[in-house]
Structures are given as C-alpha cells and as structure tokens.
C-alpha cells in the first residue's frame, strides 16, 4: 500500500507491527510498534470490519482488510460526515434491522452483522443468494425471485415478508427493498426486520374476522351502523343485511329504502325505538314486520347498541338483523299441530273416560257375579267335599276308593280357586279389612314351615329355615293374611323347584325382625328356592291376575295365576312390600317386608334355664344354628365330647347333642346315658342311621327346625308320660279305628268241618295263616288261645294243631301239655302239634321239643315253610 | 328280611309276597289290616306306658311284632322289638323314644301305603 496513505499493519493478535509515512505524520513521532491497536486508538467495533477511536483527542475511523501477516488498517481522521454515518450505523444497530444489498449482475451479495444474526448465520460465513434461498421456507421462497423480478422490470414496491426453514412456522421477516443505479451496476439496497409479533398478530385479526364473519353468514345475520357527523346520521349496512331486505347494493346506506318496506302496522313502533334509541342511548331492540318489494312478508328481529364519543355524545349504533321468517313460519306450523294435537288427545281422553267407565261398570258387575256364584258354588261344593269325605271312610275296593280320592282333590282345588276368586274380589271392591290380633313371629313361620315340611321331604326338597330371634317380640297385625302371603309363596317354592330339570332342590326361609320405634316393627321373611327361575320380563307379570310367569307354567305346574295376585295386593294393603329376584334356571327369592305394631303390653322375661350341650366332630352349618337357636331359648354350656376332661353339670335337665358322627356318639354314649332328656340333633340325612342305632335316645333333624318347634321338641321330651295328641299317627287312626276283636268262629262258617286247628291270638295272624293254608287248598278252624284250643280239639278230630306259643289266659305250651296229658289218659294217638313263634331262640326250640310240641315255624311263616310242615305233619297223617 | 340296622326298610314288599304271593288287592288288604291293628296296639302301648305297665306293654310290643314282621316293616319291627327288651329293663325313657320312633315309623308306612295307592 501506499505511504502516503495513513495505514497500519497489525499481526493476527492486533500488535502494530508496521505503520505508514503518513500515519507517522498524522499521529505524531510517537512510537506505538509493538503496541496493542485497541489499547493505542480505544477502538469502538461499529461492523464487523469497521470501528471509531480516537488518538490524542484526534477522532479516527478504522477500516480493517485482512492481509498475509495479518490485517491492515486504513486510518482517517473522523470528520462531521462520518459522524452522521456513526449516527446512522448507530441507529440501525439499536433498532436491530439489518441491511443487506445485491448487485443483479454479479449476484453478489452482501448482509450486515444484524441481517446475519436474525437469519441465525455465524457473522464471519460468507454468504451467496443462493445460499440464503436456502435458507428460506419452501412455501416462501417463490417470494424472493416474484417480487425483485417485479421490482426490477415494473418497479413494484419490493416488499414481502418470509420464514425461515429452521424457526418453521414461528418467525416471520420483512424484506423491503429498492433499486439503485451505481456506476458498477445495479445494486438493490434494503433492510430485514423480524416481524414475528406484528405477523402473528395480524394472522390472528384475519382468522377472528373471518370466523366472525362466518358465524354471521351461517346465522344469516346482517349488520348495520349508523354514525353521527354533526347533526347528522350516515348509515351503512352490509350486504347480508341488504340481501335481506332484498335491497339493490346502491340501496345500501339510505334508510328510506329500509323504512318505506316496513310494514304499516310496524312502522310507528319500529320508528319510534330507532329514534329514541339514537337520542336517548337505550338498547334498540324490536321485532317487525317488512313486505318486500315482490309482496313477500318476512319477520325480523333486530338489535342495536348505542356508542358515545369521548365527550359522552351519543355517536354511533352498531347492531344486527335476522330473518325469522322460518322461524316463525315453523313456530306458526307448531301453533297449528299442537292445537290439532291438543283436541284429538281431548277427544281421546273423553273416549277413554267413557270407555274407562263402561269397563269400570263391566268389572263391577263381573266382581259381583264372580262374588255372587262363588259363594253359591260354595255350598253345593262343600257339600259334594263332606260326602266325599265320609265315601272315603267306607270300606272300599281300589278303583271306588281311587274314583273317590280324585274327586276329593278336585273338589278341594275347586274350592281353594273359589276361595282366591272371592279375595280377590274383595280386595279389588276395596271390602276387605284387615283384622289385628297379637301374634308371635315364631309361631306364623312354625305354621307356615310346617304346613310344606311333609311335601318338601317327599319331592325330595331340601327346605331349611333360619329364624334372626333377634328383639323378636309379640306384634299386632293380621296374621292369616301374612300367613296366607308366606303359605303361597313356600307353595309355589316348592311348586317350581319340584321339576325334573331341577337337580339340587332347596328352599331357605329366613326371617328377622326389626323394631323401627317404640311402636313399630318390621318383619322380613325371605323364601329363596333353586327352582325353575324367571326372566325379567316375566317378573314384572308376576302380580297380575290370571297370569302366571310363561304360558306353558299353567300346564306344566297347575295353578289359577290368582295366588301372587292376591299376594300383592294384601301386602300393599298391610303397607309392605314384595321383593322378587330372579334368574331363569337358577332360582327365585321372594322377600317379603310388612310393618306391624309392637305389642305394648307388659311381659316378663322369662329367665333362661340352664342345658348342656354336647358337641362331636366337625358341627355342620345347620348344628351350627342349632346353638343359635338354643343360646335364644337356654343358658347353654358347650362340651365338646372329644376333651379330656368333661367338665358339665350332670343335674342339669335338657341334654343336647350335636353330631353328625354316629360311630364317634357310640364310644361316648355311655358316658351320657345316664343324663336326664338326652337330645341328638343331626343333619337329615343321619336322622335314620342314629334312630335305628340309639333307639333309646330322642333324634331330630336339625332341619327344617323352627324356634317354635325346637321349643315344642324339647318340652315334650321333658315329659314323663306321653300325651295321644303328641303322636300324630296314634291321634289320626283313632277315629277311624275299631278295635280289632279276636277272630269269633260262626256255626254257619262250618266249625268243626275242618281238620286243621290253628290256635293263635293274633287276627292279623289268624288271617295270614288262614290265607297261606288257603293258597295251599286247606281250610282250618281257628281259636283265639289256648283254652279255645284244647276245648275245640277235645270236641273234634284233627290232623294237625298250629299254635302261637305266648298267648293270654292259656298259652301254646299250657294247651300242648294239656293235651298231652289227655291224649294219654284216653290212649289217643298223639296229634302233631306245630308251635308257630315269633320268638326264634334256640331255646324256644327246646322248650317246644320238651313239651310236647312236634315241629316249630318262626313268625313270619312263610309259604314254603308252612308247605314244607303240612307235607311233613299233615300228608303223613291223612 | 333284612337284619343289618342300615339296611332295614319301612315297608320291605319282598316279605308279604313271600308269605300270600304275588297279589295285590290281598297285599293291599294285609297291609290296612297292619294299619289298623298298629294303631290300636299303638295306643294301647301308650296307655300301658303311662301307667308304667311294662309287662303289658311288652306283651302289646310283641303281639305287633309278629304283625309288623309279616308284612315286611322291619323298623317298626325293629323298634317293638326294642320296647321290648326295654320293657324288660323297666326303661321308661328309653321306651318313650321308641314309641316315638314307632308312631314316625307308622306315619312312613301309611304314607307309603297312600303313596302306592295313588
């Protein structure tokens, strides 16, 4: 470089290695080689190559080209001028815009610091326009050659903004532009700002305008202003609005137009809030009519708000219109429906008022003739039942006795329909009243328990019972019809589990008790079956009359469909209700809930007594709630049998015990023999092994076991003596029973005609006897002990005697010897003389031998044997 | 006839065809004609047994063994037979259990015989 060009050379950490002649002469003689650049001249970086200092109070400005030993700088001393540019530079800086310039026919191009740093591009990367094409978002690169192409041939402001491919969608930059004539050619000179915020901000006014006016389209809603210029209103209104009123678009802005299509009843009104509206601020607010210009009538609905200027005058009216002529024509059609609607449903209230009338005069009469010929096909029917009842008790042969058994059920389901039939009625004709009499919880589950325990057992049903005795006290209320509710119920458990398709049968009642206050209780009782099932559907049929779960139900289990009926409506009469559950194939429950009153009446607590209670093995859940049910009645003490040591009070009256172990009971029976009322309890299926094996002991199921009946067992137990009516065969039979008298030989039945003498005191054996000797082609006469028999065999000739040897007045034995005795004294051959006993010891034999007696037959004598004699004793004979 | 405990039944049918034969009216005859002895003798046992009679009861008891054993109701039979020996040990208690077992016992066969009936 020149001398005479102020310059310096520096090496590549700014040490001044050179200085020129005439920067000697500008600085001075000082000497600064060696020196720092920016410690010498205080420099201040302006751009990247260019700086400002100072030397000895002389400004300079710095430029700074690179060079082989490392950069030179061209100093001159700073004048006004290149304060102006200081100023420039300074501001472009600070306000962060950056300047590029492009030179068209070289395509070079040139970006300041700032330009670089907002593209994110490294200060020292050069850069080519192709390169900052690059750099550019896809969608906005076709920006670039558009616009300075543009600019270029048709001077079309260069003016567009852009996205970079790295910031995505975020950032926006504008790029503004202008072509320049320099003597090296065209140049474009411009600047690059990010516009991020104003963008975005822009984007999102387009999107709330465009969504605003959307809104407005789909409502079909138009919109009007007014403002206020002096005393004067201009108005405007969009096209919606004028596309409304069906208005030409020069129409828009003269109220006239809008005015003269309001409809003449309207327009005083409509006026009058505009007016005042616009004078006194208030909310214009109206509904109108307008009639187009092709006569059309539509219905509108507009509102408008008042706006004020900063002196509070009242300035402008924005508002909106719509079109509700649809609305109002569809609201119109509505009207004229639900008018329509409105009379034909009157109409049909009235028909059905009539027809309810007729049918409730209908029923009427059907209730008071269902009423009237119940009860007169009662009588006759309780008269065929009481005939058929004493038929049965004469002496009938099998079809007769089989006619009269089938009649009798028949008659007796008859009367069991009229019955339903009549409470019906009268529950429907609101004549039935329930009657209250005190009664125990208890004692209705005993009869309602009882009454199916015998056809349970039959149909081979388990039914099991768990009474809660918990606070149980005497209530009020009507027992029979909750006996009646609870008995059809269990009836119709049993009914439904009694089928073939039904493998594991077993009912459960459970019942409890709830006090609810001082006077009132709640009593539960739960009837839960593994029977045949319902669905849903024919739940929700089950308290309707005449109607039973399925069609098939009535043919396949019998029944009227009454009972539930009658169910339902009694227990809505007592206040309660009925809870069905049910799963077809599964089993139903029926829980029944009724409210009764608290027996108020003074009662003593009886005190427990004590019992003892013994246990063996493993208790089964229903031994289980035999301790409940005894804890409830009696102060119980468990023993358990297998413990060393028994500790009990062998004084103690009522002995139980729980077992279902019979063999394990035989090893410590001894040890309880002696105890005063000694009770078993076990499951069903055990009752009959332990009876047979501990026939001396009081055996019982434990289930079904109500309290009522647990009570009832052990109280008989205790006892001495037994009471007929206690034992239900002995009391049942008496009535019908004659006393069986001895068999009393008649003349005309040709006595003495026979040559076999059967002595027996027995009829019943008599009659075998008689029977076996006459399948045998023999006839015998008979007498009914031993002094008959002696008499009949020293008045007549025999062949052979059968005799029973123990007999009362004179025995077998007594009769042989006597007999023999005779036999010898009047030298007569000794008849063969047969003992037919029940006792079939071999000393009896003996006994037999050394009397007399010929031959032996054990009781029961059977056919063959009684042959085998007769050919022995009595063939031989003849 | 069965001996084994467990094994014996209310109403074995084997027993009386083995005593009449195969005939049903004349069975169905034997068997009304038990009943009605049973419940005479039954009630008779009773009282005796109230006035601690037990010779006569075990008179009764035996009377209706023979009965029971023809017409093959070998528990009743089984427990008359136990009265029996009972009575003999003058056992009162154990003789009221009995006589309860035995007016079951009777209910059974009555229900079986009703049962067969129909």
Redesign the interface.
């Known amino acids: 470089m020149d001398s005479k060009v102020p310059h310096l050379v520096t090496n590549d950490c700014l040490q001044i290695q050179f200085i020129s002649a005439a920067l000697q002469t500008l600085l001075g003689e000082d000497n600064i080689i060696g020196m720092d650049l920016n410690e010498v001249f205080n420099l201040e970086l302006i751009s990247g190559n260019f700086s400002l200092g100072h030397y000895n109070n002389i400004p300079l400005s710095i430029k700074r080209f690179p060079c082989e030993t490392g950069y030179c700088f061209l100093i001159q001393t700073h004048d006004s001028n290149k304060e102006e540019m200081s100023f420039l530079i300074d501001a472009v800086a600070s306000s962060n815009i950056g300047v590029w310039r492009y030179n068209l026919a070289s395509h070079s191009l040139y970006l300041s610091d700032i330009a670089k740093k907002l593209l994110g591009i490294a200060v020292q990367t050069p850069l080519t326009w192709r390169k900052l094409l690059s750099l550019v978002h896809k969608d906005d690169q076709a920006l670039f050659p558009l616009f300075f192409e543009n600019h270029v041939q048709f001077g079309v402001p260069l003016q567009f903004e852009f996205r970079l491919k790295s910031s995505g969608q975020k950032s926006w930059f504008a790029l503004r532009g202008s072509c320049i004539h320099k003597p090296d050619g065209k140049w474009i000179n411009g600047t690059l700002q990010d516009c991020t915020a104003e963008k975005t901000t822009v984007i999102a006014l387009n999107d709330a305008d465009e969504s605003k006016q959307l809104a407005i389209e789909a409502g079909k809603i138009g919109t009007w202003r007014a403002t206020k210029s002096g005393n004067q209103w201009h108005w405007k209104w969009d096209m919606l609005a004028n596309t409304i009123f069906k208005l030409e678009p020069e129409d828009i802005g003269d109220l006239n137009k809008w005015v003269e299509l309001l409809h003449p009843e309207d327009k005083p009104r409509v006026k009058e809030a505009l007016d005042e509206s616009l004078r006194t601020g208030i909310e214009f607010k109206q509904h109108y009519r307008s009639i187009l210009k092709n006569g059309e009538v539509i219905y509108v609905f507009a509102q408008g708000r008042v706006g004020k200027n900063y002196k509070g005058e009242h300035c402008r009216i924005d508002g909106v219109c719509v079109d509700q002529t649809e609305i109002h024509n569809t609201q119109q059609a509505l009207k004229k429906l639900n008018s329509e609607l409105e009379t034909r449903v009157n109409d049909r209230t009235a028909e059905l008022h009539n027809t309810l009338q007729k049918a409730e005069r209908a029923n009427k009469i059907k209730s008071e003739f269902l009423s009237m010929i119940s009860h007169e096909l009662r009588t006759p029917l309780n008269g065929i039942i009481g005939a058929l009842d004493l038929l049965s008790h004469f002496s009938l042969s099998?079809e007769p006795?089989?006619l009269v058994?089938t009649a009798s059920k028949s008659a007796d389901h008859l009367i069991t329909i009229l019955n339903d039939l009549l409470d019906l009625n009268k529950i429907e004709a609101g004549k039935l009243e329930l009657e209250t009499t005190v009664f125990n919880l208890p004692t209705v589950i005993y009869d309602v328990v009882s009454t199916f325990t015998?056809s349970a057992k039959?149909k081979g049903i388990k039914l099991k019972v768990y009474e809660n005795q918990n606070e149980v006290q005497p209530i009020k209320g009507d027992i029979n019809r909750f006996k009646q509710i609870l008995l059809n119920i269990l009836g119709n458990a049993i009914k439904f589990t009694n089928s073939d398709c039904v493998r594991s049968k077993e009912i459960t009642v459970i019942s409890s008790f709830k006090r609810l206050n001082i006077y009132q209780s709640e009593v539960t009782v739960s009837i839960s079956d593994t029977g045949v099932g319902m669905s849903n559907e024919t739940i929700k049929k089950l308290f309707t009359p005449f109607t039973q779960a399925e069609k098939s139900t009535t043919r396949k289990f019998g029944g009227t469909g009454l009972g539930l009926s009658i169910c339902g409506k009694l227990i809505d009469l007592m206040g309660g209700q009925i809870i069905v559950t049910s799963e077809l194939n599964k089993g139903s429950q029926f829980t029944v809930k009724a409210p009764f009153w608290v027996e108020l009446g003074e009662k003593d607590t009886p005190l427990k007594s004590a019992l003892n209670c013994f246990t063996l093995g493993k208790l089964s859940h229903d031994n289980q709630h035999v301790i409940q049910l005894l804890q409830s009645l009696y102060t119980v003490t468990i023993v358990p049998l297998e413990c060393q040591d028994l500790m009990f009070d062998q004084n103690i009256g009522v002995n139980i015990i729980l077992t279902s172990d019979f063999k394990s009971l035989l090893t410590h029976i001894d040890t309880l023999n002696s105890l005063e009322t000694l009770m078993v309890y076990t499951d069903l299926e055990h009752v009959?092994?332990f009876?047979?094996?501990f026939?001396?002991?009081?055996?019982f199921s434990n289930q079904p076991l109500t309290y009522t009946q647990f009570e009832t067992q052990i109280k008989i137990q205790q006892q001495?003596?037994?009471a007929?009516d206690e034992?239900?065969?002995?009391i049942?039979?008496?009535d019908s029973?004659?006393?069986?008298t001895p068999f009393q030989m008649k003349s005309d039945e040709g006595f003495g005609h026979h040559d076999i003498l059967l002595v027996e005191?027995?009829?019943?054996?008599q009659?075998?006897i008689q029977?076996?000797l006459a399948?045998l082609g023999l006839f015998c006469d008979i007498a009914n002990n031993g002094a008959e028999g002696f008499s009949y065999w020293h008045s007549h000739t025999y062949k052979l005697i059968l005799t029973d040897c123990?007999m009362?007045e004179v025995d077998g034995y007594e009769m042989t010897k006597q007999i023999r005795t005779e036999e010898a004294r009047r030298e007569k051959p000794p008849i063969p003389i047969i003992a037919v006993t029940?006792a079939a010891m071999q000393g009896e034999r003996d006994l037999c031998t050394s009397i007399g007696m010929n031959d032996f037959l054990c009781?029961?004598?059977?056919?063959t044997d009684i042959r085998s004699i007769l050919e022995r004793w009595y063939e031989h004979t003849a | 006839m069965n001996t084994q405990?467990?094994q014996?039944k209310t109403l074995n049918h084997d027993?009386i065809i083995?005593?009449?034969?195969d005939e049903p009216?004349?069975i169905?005859k034997?068997h009304t004609?038990?009943?009605?002895?049973?419940?005479?003798i039954?009630?008779t046992i009773?009282q005796s047994?109230?006035i601690d009679d037990f010779s006569e009861i075990k008179?009764q008891a035996?009377?209706l063994?023979?009965?029971a054993?023809?017409v093959g109701a070998e528990?009743s039979a089984?427990?008359l037979e136990?009265i029996e020996s009972?009575s003999l040990e003058r056992?009162?208690?154990?003789i009221?259990?009995?006589?309860?077992?035995l007016?079951?016992e009777?209910?059974a066969i009555?229900?079986e015989l009703t049962?067969d009936?129909?």
């Open positions: 099998c006795k089989d058994y015998a039959d009959a092994n009876e047979l094996t026939p001396h002991l009081a055996v001495d003596n037994l007929l034992l239900e065969f002995a049942e039979s008496s029973q004659q006393v069986q005191d027995n009829p019943f054996n009659k075998l029977t076996q399948k123990h009362p029940g009781k029961p004598v059977r056919l | 405990l467990d014996l027993t083995e005593l009449v034969g009216a004349k169905q034997f004609e038990f009943l009605k002895q049973s419940s005479v039954l009630r009773i047994f109230n008179s035996h009377f063994k023979t009965s054993k023809a528990r089984y427990f136990t009972y056992d009162k208690a154990a009221k259990q009995v006589i309860i077992k007016n079951s009777f209910n009555k229900k049962h009936q129909h």
